[in-house]
């Protein structure tokens, strides 16, 4: 990881105008703790990628704080876990499997579950760009494909191989694609 790309996370947030920022800042919107939660866990990455015995002390030192902010959020997110570019819109349980990998530009919007099964230690790989209503769950080995729409409620438990589809209820099943 790059350092350029631990403040990628929740990029809606520096769209949103320097007044109402500030505003957001001093009530301590969990926009602005989302972010920051999102930097600590981009510079515990950044620090543990490093061998120096020094920067695996860092790396310690953020995951700390990250996780210390997360147990206020509801998150946890490990490190590694997902690319840069993710975005969660809202404070509630985020929980992310440690052998789960989440691409780039993917959105949460809470209380979603990334995991394994509980029967193996097989965890879910999502591509790019995919998006997770409320209360969307992702469970087992399964891989989801690139553009993909969760429905809120979701669970997954088989993979989809489709790019663009969106899958809907329990167990999940798909119901839209791409125009061709």
Not at 65 to 85: Q, S, V
Not at 155 to 160: R, Y
Not at 161 to 177: M, Q
């Amino acid at each position: 990881m790059k350092k350029n790309m631990i403040y990628k996370d929740n990029n809606f947030f520096n769209e949103i105008p320097l007044k109402r920022r500030i505003k957001l800042h001093i009530v301590n919107d969990h926009w602005v703790l989302i972010k920051r939660y999102f930097i600590l866990l981009r510079k515990a990455e950044y620090y543990n990628q490093k061998k120096t015995f020094v920067n695996r002390i860092m790396s310690l030192w953020f995951t700390r704080r990250k996780n210390r902010l997360g147990i206020k959020l509801g998150f946890y997110i490990p490190i590694n876990a997902t690319d840069p570019g993710i975005t969660v819109w809202h404070n509630g349980t985020v929980v992310i499997n440690g052998d789960a990998h989440i691409g780039t530009g993917c959105i949460f919007h809470g209380n979603n579950c990334i995991g394994n099964n509980g029967k193996d230690l097989k965890a879910p790989i999502i591509g790019n760009n995919v998006e997770l209503g409320v209360g969307a769950s992702i469970i087992g080995g399964v891989k989801i494909a690139n553009n993909v729409k969760i429905g809120a409620g979701a669970v997954v438990l088989s993979s989809c191989e489709e790019e663009g589809v969106t899958l809907v209820g329990i167990p999940a099943r798909k119901i839209g694609g791409e125009k061709k």
